[in-house]
């Protein structure tokens, strides 16, 4: 074969991800794993058997359709309509996915050509970067810093060119934590509108935000025919392993994305599509609940980082706090995250890998709180040994 590299140079540096290694570290060591946002524990039984009940009902089983089986469209749209007022044709503007992660690909497949310039938010989530690069297009980055991890807004109109097409959204925003304010998603509409670009906002984590109010860029003047909006099962309902995804936009913009979803999965998931348009109807008591829920596994992993001696930087939504490792005369989080799980027993991720600018986060950890209580209570208790 030569000495032509193996790897589409497109996909260079982008080897096996970060919560692979770092996941395969904890089961290696047996360290708690608060690195990959994963819950250890099933969301709601009644939604775990409406899985069952469609597996054992043959709804599914077979292909389900290539947009996503109707029950589900319906819920989905009706989702848009109950917690944000917006309107959706489940039948036109409704796309299911193999989770977000396949929404993203197929987004940024559909609508970036080569030499497009996509602007996004970081630490960014690892799969932004391979997708931008396997679309043939430039990551701009708009760095989030600390202690605030607010965006500067000018910087961000300064980096819009005549290449730029597309803005890529994170708000809740993984790893800060941070919400993008109604002042903030006004500012960033009016710069799409005025330079005609598309925006891809990925909202998975809409319903844990415990400071603030998350509002769907969509519903600001101007973006509802120009935003592809992104959500998810998995991080609402606990159950990421269905990998149950969606897509909402114009009709438009959802056929687009629909050309490149068909021939990446084509469908997937077909039984877990009906319990997730089961699970989208839940009353308000449980979405609430579960927000709570999270909000005090927040406040209670974040205490346990202080009393180890991290600085910690408070998380407005997600299930992620990022935190600062410079109070223990550390400044590497790949090597301090490496060495972690020996020196504690705790799997933890470091942010640097989530920069195109390492050094803007080189010193940032993150870890998830998404356990249950007695492990988030012994991850803590293990990690105040960073202090002796």
């Known amino acids: 074969m030569g000495n032509r590299p193996l790897l589409n140079r497109r996909l260079d540096g982008l080897g096996t991800t970060i919560f692979a290694e770092m996941s395969a570290l904890a089961t290696a060591t047996g360290a708690i794993n608060l690195g990959q946002g994963f819950p250890d524990t099933d969301g709601p039984e009644e939604i775990r058997e409406a899985a069952v009940r469609a597996l ?3 709804k ?3 292909y389900p359709p ?3 089986v109707p029950e589900l469209r ?10 944000y007022g917006l309107s959706f044709d489940p039948d036109t503007e409704v796309l299911v996915t193999a989770g977000a992660t396949e929404a993203i690909a197929a987004a940024l497949l559909a609508l970036l050509e080569p030499g497009d310039e996509v602007i996004a938010f970081e630490p960014f989530y690892d799969s ?5 690069a396997m679309a043939g297009a430039r990551r701009v980055p708009l760095t989030l810093r600390a202690p605030s991890f607010r965006p500067d807004l000018d910087e961000l109109r300064a980096k819009i060119t005549q ?4 803005l890529l959204l994170n708000t809740p925003h ?4 941070t919400v993008l304010t109604a002042q903030e998603q006004s500012a960033i509409a009016a710069l799409a509108v005025e330079h005609d670009l598309l925006v891809v906002t990925d909202e998975v984590y809409e319903h844990l935000v415990f400071d603030g109010e998350h509002l769907p860029l969509a519903s600001f003047p101007g973006m509802r025919e120009r935003t592809v909006t992104i959500s998810s099962a998995g991080k609402t309902f606990s159950f990421t392993g269905w990998k149950v995804g969606w897509v909402t936009a114009s009709g438009p913009l959802v056929a687009a994305v629909r050309t490149a979803k068909q021939y990446l999965t084509y469908v997937s998931a077909g039984p877990f599509q009906y319990a997730i348009a089961e699970a989208l109807r839940l009353p308000d008591a449980y979405f609430d609940g579960f927000r709570a829920d999270l909000r005090r596994k927040r406040d209670l992993l974040g205490d346990g980082l202080r009393a180890a001696g991290f600085e910690v930087h408070q998380p407005q939504g997600t299930y992620f706090i990022t935190t600062d ?5 550390e400044k590497d989080a790949y090597a301090f995250c490496r060495a972690l799980p020996e020196r504690c027993g705790v799997v933890a991720i470091p942010n640097s890998v989530f920069y195109d600018d390492p050094d803007a986060g080189r010193s940032q950890v993150r870890f998830t709180f998404c356990k249950k209580d007695d492990v988030l209570a012994e991850a803590a208790d293990r990690l105040r040994r960073l202090a002796g």
């Open 163 to 166: 290449r730029t097409r597309l």
């Open 174 to 177: 993984n790893p800060t934590g």
């Open 60 to 62: 599914g089983n077979q």
């Open 56 to 58: 054992r009902e043959g």
């Open 325 to 329: 490792i410079t109070p223990f005369g």
């Open 66 to 68: 290539g947009p996503g």
């Open 74 to 83: 319906s819920a989905v749209s009706d989702h848009q309509r109950r917690f």
């Open 128 to 132: 932004y970067a391979a997708c931008i």
